[in-house]
């Protein structure tokens, strides 16, 4: 049986090369440990910098909800630890049809949900098809499958799996349209965790809230959502699979300041967080007891163009605004060390499909003599904004004019430890080239993302990215695949050869193949200026001593039953 | 009595309508679609009409009020849009963590401002005097994020005396059922998680508790003077009645009057106050909710808050009319001026 | 009693007025600075205020300009490391009174902003809001009570019935409602709210005293000789009432001040990278555990000072102008 094609194969590889040496050396570390394990019982507090959202994993987008869900849910293939790479999971093997459009996985046994159903390929194929089809009776209208539209291509006809079969009490056959090269990696996301049909059957549209939480597979069962409070789950003794650590209670404590998140680390009330300010990260590394870890680096922080603004459709100007960046004095000033300065979407850490010959420069007098070839040798201060037609084209109509406006994200993230003061920055370096653009922000973090996601947000606007699955398709083709039309959570940006460009690696199953595509689409973008690049830096988590063994996951998606406690 | 009683009360009807209907027609003004709110950016057209519908907002502005606060009056308030909790059900689960800590700072205010007033009017101008109505002054104008800040990160952070973020440790069990963590670990003998409630306590009462406390001594101190300075109370002394009796029996009975009031007034600071307290020292209470609904434009819990702030305001403060009536008879008889 | 209730002419000369006028403002004055209260937060308030003056007009300060990563984090230099040097144990921190620096005298922030400049134009931008919603509250509310209060009956009842309303929000709570109204503008909305708050105080004083005065006899009389309501409110109800709503405007700036930077703190005030108050402290939050008590310091002391000023001189005031307010 052909477990892995050959380009799998070597994707593994490549990625195992480029990010897994620290997981390695952690799980190394785990080995040569003495025997430990979940009898002890030990109670992990993990400082949460918010509320989950909601712990159904398949409607949600934010990682604080996911951190919660993956504690407990879990994937027919699942990243190993400290990877992005796709192992095993509820799903014991796996093979494809030579044409790449048919999967056939074989299911685990013995599994069951935590309300004691049986977990088996009808369980899976009833969790496909909920996410699919739009009128599936648990397909709640008021939900938004958001990931699964973007990772499959849509839903319903437009999705690219066509259908999910269980062709044996333990094996599920999914049939796509078209290969899928990162259709494994997409298979180990957070939001495709396999939750139990009776239990989302019984709850209706409350599955997820406080009342019910989630109902999965895992190592730990739901047990308590207090807002604004904390989060408890508590060891599923019926666990099927294997328990690397020794961790029986975890507590999500829900402490949204970052100095007060700090603070409860200092006197021991939670033991890990992530995300300590730059500021602290001395003061824990003096503190006996606390240790900082990083996270590898598998992010981006950019700038993006509303392209509803006329002046911004000017390659020039876009150029101009590119190189008035001074990325290396914000890398240092606000990012760790071992953070690279960003010249395309893809970090360097991706596995295929980054391009290390795009340099974007600080250049202050070209930018203004750029900007002065585009017509605003006295710089700008006022911008356009074009009209929109009603299959949502931008369109010549001059709406009106407003101020330039930069947008700062309302809150912190992994790529972006400091918005408003990097915000500042970016707008002091505008400044320097005769752009006067005002500083602004919108609500919270949800409202931020809702304007973007509507564009709304005319003008320039801090937003990044991590990647979820360690695939290009995941990071740069999660921008722009679609972009053939204008696509206004990208700040309208279109163009017909990206995308299909990008729509052709995703299809292409031949690494070398894709690696060139996304290497010449981060070359083409480049070379307009389409978006502003600007730092891919690592993530620090933050321990006191009490934590023996974490393994950080470039994604983020660490699972906390790999977690050794003294 | 009675009638004053209900004349009060009358009064207070169109105050409470006003405060429905502010509160309702603010929250229209506030700029955003609820049913977009509540159905993301995905929603179809025709799924935000149905919605619209679904919710009333269809309807009539007055109708929209009606059916809202009839609702209300049955204790619902709806779902949250960020999560879909009901609204009362959370506010159950807040609602005492905000009046646990305002109450703590109101008896901490009372407890040492009232005797600062009482010592600083006997002994006027004298050294304890001018420090501590110097004191109150600065009490009153450091703003309590200061304070706050101050109290975290020396005594929480440096000196490690107190902890200072949320109502419990979350290993310490206790049985909920006031919601008032310090009255149900009483109810229940459970002393372990009182001393750990009543810790975390102390630090965001007692920087809660300074504007009160500082406007409390100051109105004791100027009430008890002006009683002091009374024909009856110089007759009293002159009389040679010892001076503390004179002035526990005589002056500070008649001195509580405007001190009452004035404690009913700091309701409504201490109040604002826990917006900031309850953010900075990451308490689960209704101001730091409606904070945080405020910037996401959750509009239910912006609505229930709100107004039940409002009407414990209100009922706060005829309750303190009632009582002043009880204690001095001379209200109730007098017009409306 | 004598500022509140003393004309004894129906109608004074101007000559008589103003002499009267200067007479009884040099004997105020005086008692004025009996107080020591009212000496000390005289000062405060000249001095913040005229600092509050000067600043923008001798620095021309950019606030979108004014990025220095190099110089993030600076601790104070100047005289504060002079002194700091002269308490340390060490030689090696000694440092001689011509080498002091005196680059950042209040440090520097996260963006190596020059604190001590910031300080001084956000003392400028928060005195600046807090004086524009006072005197918003003062003209408006004070209207409306002396209005009310003068006319009675129906008017007056509905007025005040509105300022219950308002009184039933706690103050911080409608101003963040009212500011999250508003999708545009940044300082002007909070301005804007602060004032609504305040209005009802302001209301409520007016009416009382405006009663209080209707009733006197000489306005009585003057009624009886065909004076007309508006001549009334202005000639004779106004002037009288002027003395506590002083007193209460002095209070309520220390009040307007301090909610301003409560609304920066909760992000809701001055947009960045403008300087405000409030904003600097919520920003140094994040340095506190690293020991950079010089980004907290500064703003937070600035704040007190002109608060304690503002509070000190309206009690210095009351005591001084209307003895009743004491109540």
């Excluded at chain 1, 393994?551 to 003294?566: C, L, Q, W």
């Excluded at chain 2, 009333?56 to 619902?76: M, S, T, V």
């Amino acid at each position: 049986m052909m477990l892995l094609d050959a380009v799998h194969e070597e994707r593994i590889l490549a990625l195992l090369r480029r990010l897994g040496v620290l997981a390695v050396v952690l799980l190394v570390v785990v080995a040569a440990l003495p025997g430990v394990s979940a009898q002890e019982g030990k109670t992990f507090i993990f400082g949460s910098e918010g509320n989950p959202v909601n712990l159904d994993p398949a409607v949600v987008t934010d990682g604080i909800s996911f951190r919660v869900a993956r504690q407990g849910c879990e994937n027919l293939l699942e990243f190993e630890a400290g990877t992005t790479n796709p192992g095993p999971g509820l799903a014991r093997s796996w093979e494809v049809s030579d044409d790449g459009l048919t999967w056939t996985l074989q299911l685990v046994e013995g599994a069951t949900f935590h309300d004691g159903t049986p977990f088996n390929a009808e369980a899976v194929v009833w969790n496909f098809d909920r996410w699919r089809l739009t009128d599936h009776p648990q397909h709640f209208p008021e939900a938004v499958f958001e990931y699964y539209e973007a990772q499959f291509g849509g839903f319903d006809d437009a999705s690219i799996i066509t259908s999910v079969e269980a062709t044996g009490e333990y094996e599920v056959t999914i049939n796509l349209r078209e290969p899928m090269g990162a259709f494994l990696n997409n298979l180990a996301m957070d939001m495709f965790a396999i939750a139990s049909p009776a239990a989302v059957e019984a709850a209706g549209p409350a599955y997820g809230t406080p009342e019910v939480g989630y109902v999965c597979t895992g190592p730990y069962k739901f047990v308590e959502w207090v807002n604004d409070d904390h989060v408890t789950l508590e060891l599923n003794e019926n666990y099927w699979g294997e328990m690397p650590g020794n961790v029986s209670t975890i507590i999500l404590r829900i402490i949204p300041d970052t100095a007060a998140r700090l603070a409860a680390l200092q006197a021991g009330e939670i033991d890990a967080y992530e995300r300590p300010a730059l500021e602290d990260i001395d003061v824990i590394n003096a503190t006996d007891g606390l240790r900082v870890e990083l996270r590898p680096s598998f992010n981006t922080l950019y700038l993006a163009f509303n392209y509803r603004i006329k002046e911004f459709r000017d390659p020039l100007v876009r150029k101009a605004i590119s190189l008035a960046m001074n990325r290396q004095e914000i890398v240092d000033a606000f990012y760790l060390e071992g953070t690279n300065v960003a010249n395309t979407m893809n970090p360097p850490s991706i596995a295929i499909g980054f391009n290390g010959d795009v340099v974007t420069p600080y250049d202050p007098d070209q930018a203004k003599a750029l900007l002065a070839e585009a017509g605003y040798p006295d710089g700008l201060s006022e911008v356009t904004v074009l009209g929109l037609d009603d299959s949502g084209n931008v369109t010549e109509e001059e709406v009106e004019k407003i101020p330039v406006r930069l947008y700062y994200m309302p809150v912190t993230r992994p790529y972006n430890p400091n918005p408003e003061a990097i915000g500042t920055a970016q707008v002091s370096y505008l400044q320097e080239i005769g752009i006067d653009a005002q500083l602004e922000t919108i609500g919270d973090w949800a409202a931020y993302l809702d304007a973007r996601a509507n564009g709304e947000l005319l003008g320039l606007y801090q937003l990044g990215w991590t990647g979820d699955n360690g695939d290009p398709d995941n990071f740069i083709g999660y921008f722009f695949t679609a972009a053939d039309n204008p696509i206004p959570r990208e700040g309208f940006y279109q163009n017909a050869e990206v995308a299909a460009l990008l729509q052709r690696a995703r299809v292409s199953t031949i690494v070398e193949e894709r690696d060139a595509i996304y290497k010449q689409v981060e070359q083409m973008m480049a070379d307009n200026a389409d978006r502003v690049y600007i730092a891919h830096g690592p993530v620090p988590l933050a321990f006191r001593d009490t934590v023996v063994t974490y393994i950080a996951s470039p994604t983020g998606s660490e699972r906390f039953k790999e977690v050794v406690m003294k | 009595m009675t009638q004053y009683f209900i004349r009060r009360l009358l009064e207070s009807i169109p105050v409470l309508v006003g405060v429905s209907l502010l509160v309702f027609l603010l929250l229209h003004l506030i700029p955003g679609d609820p049913a977009v709110a509540l159905l993301g950016e995905r929603a179809t057209p025709e799924r935000i009409e149905e919605v619209r519908d679904q919710l009333g907002l269809n309807r009539p502005l007055y109708e929209q009020y009606f059916i809202w606060i009839g609702k209300a009056l049955q204790g619902d308030f709806g779902e949250t849009i960020n999560g879909r909790i009901p609204v009362s059900k959370e506010l159950r689960n807040r609602f005492p963590a905000t009046i646990e800590l305002a109450v703590t700072a109101l008896i901490f205010a009372v407890v040492l401002g009232v005797p600062i007033g009482i010592i600083s009017a006997i002994r006027r101008n004298s050294l304890i005097d001018t420090v501590s109505m110097f004191g109150a002054l600065f009490g009153v104008s450091i703003p309590i994020f200061v304070l706050g800040l101050l109290l975290i990160f020396f005594v929480g952070v440096r000196l490690k005396l107190l902890p200072f973020i949320g109502r419990l440790d979350p290993d310490i069990e206790l049985e909920k059922i006031t919601g008032m963590y310090v009255v149900d670990s009483i109810l229940t003998g459970n002393m372990k998680a009182l001393k750990n409630a009543l810790e975390h306590l102390v630090m965001p009462a007692f920087a809660l508790s300074t504007i009160p406390l500082s406007i409390i001594a100051r109105i004791t101190r100027s009430a008890m003077l002006e009683v002091l300075n009374q024909d009856y109370i110089r007759t009293a002394r002159a009389k040679g009645l010892r001076s503390y009796r004179v002035v526990m029996t005589h002056a500070f009975r008649n001195a509580m009057l405007p001190v009452i009031t004035i404690i009913g007034l700091q309701l409504g600071a201490l109040l604002s106050g826990a917006v900031l307290t309850e953010t900075i020292f990451s308490w689960p209470g209704i101001g730091k909710w409606l904070f945080e609904a405020i910037s996401r434009r959750d509009y239910p819990i912006i609505q229930a808050t709100t107004l039940l702030i409002a009407v414990i305001y209100v009922a706060v403060n005829l309750g303190v009319d009632l009582l002043y009536a009880l204690i001095d008879p001379r209200i109730r008889y007098s017009g409306a001026e | 009693m004598d500022t509140v209730a003393k004309p004894v002419a129906l109608r004074p000369t101007f000559r008589e007025m103003s002499s009267r006028r200067w007479e009884s403002a040099k004997d105020f004055l005086k008692r004025l600075w009996r107080s020591p209260s009212a000496r000390l937060g005289g000062l405060l308030v000249i001095i913040t205020v005229s600092l509050s003056i000067a600043v923008p007009l001798l620095d021309d300060y950019d606030a979108k300009r004014d990025n220095n990563l190099s110089a993030k984090y600076k601790p104070p230099d100047c005289v504060y490391q002079w002194i700091a040097a002269k308490f340390s144990d060490t030689k090696e921190d000694d440092v001689a009174w011509n080498d002091v620096t005196c680059d950042y005298p209040f440090g520097t922030d996260i963006n190596g902003r020059d604190i001590f400049r910031r300080v001084g134009h956000g003392m400028s931008v928060s005195l600046r809001a807090g004086v524009f919603s006072v005197a918003i509250a003062l003209t408006v509310g004070s209207t409306i009570g002396l209005v009310a209060g003068f006319i009675s009956g129906f008017l007056d009842s509905l007025l005040m019935r509105i300022m219950d309303i308002v009184l039933a929000f706690p103050s911080l709570l409608l101003a963040i409602a009212l500011v999250s109204i508003f999708k545009e503008g940044g300082l002007e909305k909070g301005m804007f709210a602060i004032a609504v708050t305040q209005i009802p105080r302001y209301a409520r004083l007016a009416r009382s005293m405006s009663i209080s005065i209707r009733n006197q006899e000489y306005v009585t009389a003057a009624r009886s000789i065909g004076t007309g309501n508006g001549s009334m409110l202005l000639h004779h109800v106004l002037p009288n009432s002027l003395a506590p709503l002083i007193v209460q405007a002095s209070l309520g700036l220390g009040t307007a001040v301090i909610e301003t930077a409560a609304l920066g703190f909760l992000g809701l005030g001055q947009r960045p990278p403008h300087p405000e108050l409030g904003k600097m402290l919520a920003e140094s939050q994040v340095g506190l555990a690293s020991g950079k008590w010089w980004l907290m310091f500064f703003p937070g002391m600035t704040i007190i000072m002109i608060v304690l000023g503002f509070n000190l001189l309206g009690d210095g005031l009351r005591d001084v102008m209307d003895p009743r307010l004491k109540k």
